[in-house]
């Protein structure tokens, strides 16, 4: 089957860093997005990879490597409005793009 | 900005009832999607709709279900007799199927609560 796996709650301070891992096996594999959730809201789109290595996108950055069937989301200088459920998901081809997530890591920011 | 609409944002109906979920996706988009998100779960695939007609769908998406674009601008997912356990926050995408961002931005969602 399909799956995406990513550790289910992660906690951290303001200002810190933190990393959120996830790991898949999927057949048709093209490429690992990462999408924002806060409560009662619709998932946002942060970043994707299709390639091996590190995308940045100001305080997120996000990296790939295919061989390890492995990314993460780094996320930077966490504010308070970063507390929310993140979800790495799998683009699989042959289906237009759909998208196979992960069940989602929350993660809590304190002052 | 341009954003995908949903609506209602909650419907409440009776089981075995029939429910059409409304979604009007972003202009210029090819590719159209609907998910659903079971409280406290993570976001599951359903069905792709490209150029008029489905391009896959999940197990979930049997038989009771069928997706429309009737007028080249809404998207709707209808349930022909709902279930108890249909009961969920459905989501409606769509992206535009140029460049390489894959890209999919999601509505904010219709509440389905079925009794």
């Known amino acids: 089957g399909q799956s995406l796996e990513q550790p289910s709650e992660v906690t951290a301070v303001e200002g810190a860093i933190v990393q959120i891992n996830c790991t898949y096996q999927t057949s048709g594999f093209y490429g690992l997005s990462w999408y924002q959730q806060h409560d009662g809201g619709a998932p946002t789109f942060l970043s994707y990879?299709?390639?091996?290595g590190l995308e940045e996108t100001g305080r997120f950055s996000s990296f790939l490597s295919r061989s390890d069937s492995y990314g993460y989301l780094l996320l930077q200088e966490l504010q308070m409005k970063d507390s929310a459920s993140y979800f790495c998901?799998?683009?699989?081809?042959?289906?237009?793009?759909?998208?196979?997530f992960g069940a989602g890591t929350r993660l809590a920011v304190h002052p | 900005e341009p954003e995908v609409t949903q609506t209602p944002s909650h419907q409440v109906t009776q089981m075995g009832q029939e429910v059409i979920l409304r979604c009007v996706p972003i202009?210029?988009?090819?590719?159209f999607y609907w998910y659903r998100q079971i409280l406290g779960q993570k976001v599951e695939f359903l069905v792709s709709f490209y150029n008029n007609e489905i391009s896959e769908k999940s197990e979930i998406f049997d038989d009771q279900f069928s997706v429309e674009r009737p007028d080249g601008s809404n998207f709707t997912l209808k349930i022909r007799s709902t279930k108890l356990e249909d009961s969920a926050m459905y989501f409606c995408?769509?992206?535009?199927?140029?460049?390489?961002?894959?890209?999919?931005?999601f509505g904010p969602g219709t509440r389905l609560t079925v009794l």
């Open positions: 990879n299709a390639l091996d």
């Open positions: 202009s210029n988009h090819l590719y």
């Open positions: 995408a769509s992206e535009g199927g140029t460049g390489d961002r894959n890209e999919q931005f």
């Open positions: 998901a799998a683009s699989i081809r042959g289906g237009y793009n759909k998208l196979i």
